[in-house]
């Protein structure tokens, strides 16, 4: 009897080595190990895909180990050099389970119970009760840019004309630089500010010149182009920014706001029911 205890011990202690569980199959192919931790081929393989040369895989996989090493390397130097006291994590673990919990609850709370139709009418209350949010730093302003060869015979007839706002002088000005101008373009329509406008201009263009004014012009040019700019519409510093500029950012503002105000509803929710339902007990002093 005693001969089959130890035959059956034996089996065992083989079943568990590590060596004799490669031979049969039962543990994945291992690429890197530090003592008792082992990486396998499998943890990996996620990250090989879509990758078509060898090498990069080679060098993704080398860089994937460097990073799963120091892991572990500072894992194991923190287990043996912090003293018991700074290993005792339970107290922190228990504070971190509990805030994600009640992070994820309140995320679901939110999520549905929110309405986020926003409609104009807020939007623009919100704009005309706190201007003061959306002051421009910077002036903004609406342009016509013509970008013309310096060679154009039509050019000293644009120049004559881009500066003019009239129906009849625009309807000349389109005219010809259908025919004639590289580029003819009013941003469509959109606020611009100094360094925007400056991308589309020669380098080199003295700031100066975009230190824009209502009713401004631009005439600059380059080795092959004449730049010619145009004011059309303009907004100071200091000014609120307009409600087509900030709309996006209001939204999210309102947006905000709802979350907020149903955090709060959630709050009073629980502990109103916390109340009803006896399940919160204030002890008076010296009561147990």
Same mark, same amino acid.
């Given at each position: 009897?005693?001969?089959?205890?130890?035959?059956?011990?034996?089996?065992?202690?083989?079943?568990?080595?590590?060596?004799?569980?490669?031979?049969?199959?039962?543990?994945?192919?291992?690429?890197?190990?530090?003592?008792?931790?082992? $990486?396998?081929?499998?943890?990996?393989?996620?990250?090989?895909?879509?990758?078509? $040369?060898?090498?990069?895989?080679?060098?993704?996989?080398?860089?994937?180990?460097?990073?799963?090493?120091?892991?572990?390397?500072?894992?194991?130097?923190?287990?043996?050099?912090?003293?018991?006291?700074?290993? /005792?994590?339970?107290?922190?673990?228990?504070?971190?389970?509990?805030?994600?919990?009640?992070?994820?609850?309140?995320?679901?709370?939110?999520?549905?119970?929110?309405?986020?139709?926003?409609?104009?009418?807020?939007?623009?209350?919100?704009?005309?009760?706190?201007?003061?949010?959306?002051?421009?730093?910077?002036?903004?302003?609406?342009?016509?840019?013509?970008?013309?060869? $310096?060679?154009?015979?039509?050019?000293?007839?644009?120049?004559?004309?881009?500066?003019?706002?009239?129906?009849?002088?625009?309807?000349?000005?389109?005219?010809?630089?259908?025919?004639?101008?590289?580029?003819?373009?009013?941003?469509?329509?959109?606020?611009?500010?100094?360094?925007?406008?400056?991308?589309?201009?020669?380098?080199?263009?003295?700031?100066?010149?975009?230190?824009?004014?209502? /009713?401004?012009?631009?005439?600059?040019? /380059?080795?092959?182009?004449?730049?010619?700019?145009?004011?059309?519409?303009?907004?100071?510093?200091?000014?609120?920014?307009?409600?087509?500029?900030?709309?996006?950012?209001?939204?999210?503002?309102?947006?905000?706001?709802?979350?907020?105000?149903?955090?709060?509803? $959630?709050?009073?929710?629980?502990?109103?029911?916390?109340?009803?339902?006896?399940?919160?007990?204030?002890?008076?002093?010296?009561?147990?």
């Amino acid at each position: 009897m005693k001969k089959w205890i130890v035959i059956l011990f034996c089996l065992i202690t083989l079943i568990s080595c590590d060596q004799f569980r490669r031979w049969f199959g039962y543990e994945p192919e291992r690429i890197a190990q530090i003592g008792k931790d082992i $990486l396998y081929r499998k943890d990996v393989e996620g990250l090989l895909q879509g990758v078509r $040369l060898p090498s990069d895989s080679i060098n993704l996989v080398k860089h994937y180990i460097d990073i799963w090493a120091i892991d572990n390397l500072l894992l194991k130097k923190a287990e043996s050099e912090l003293s018991k006291e700074d290993k /005792d994590v339970e107290q922190e673990l228990a504070d971190y389970r509990k805030s994600l919990l009640v992070f994820r609850y309140q995320k679901k709370y939110v999520e549905e119970r929110i309405d986020t139709l926003i409609k104009q009418e807020e939007i623009v209350t919100y704009y005309n009760d706190n201007n003061e949010l959306f002051l421009l730093e910077d002036p903004l302003f609406k342009a016509r840019l013509i970008k013309m060869r $310096l060679h154009s015979p039509y050019l000293s007839m644009v120049r004559n004309t881009y500066r003019s706002n009239t129906i009849e002088n625009l309807t000349q000005l389109e005219r010809l630089c259908e025919s004639s101008a590289e580029i003819y373009t009013d941003y469509e329509g959109r606020w611009l500010s100094a360094p925007e406008l400056a991308q589309d201009l020669p380098d080199g263009t003295n700031a100066r010149q975009l230190e824009i004014k209502p /009713d401004g012009y631009i005439d600059t040019c /380059d080795s092959l182009y004449a730049y010619l700019v145009s004011i059309t519409e303009f907004i100071p510093a200091r000014e609120p920014a307009p409600l087509e500029n900030v709309e996006a950012g209001i939204r999210q503002i309102i947006l905000s706001k709802r979350k907020q105000q149903l955090l709060k509803d $959630l709050k009073m929710e629980v502990l109103k029911e916390g109340w009803n339902k006896q399940m919160i007990k204030i002890y008076e002093k010296d009561e147990d």
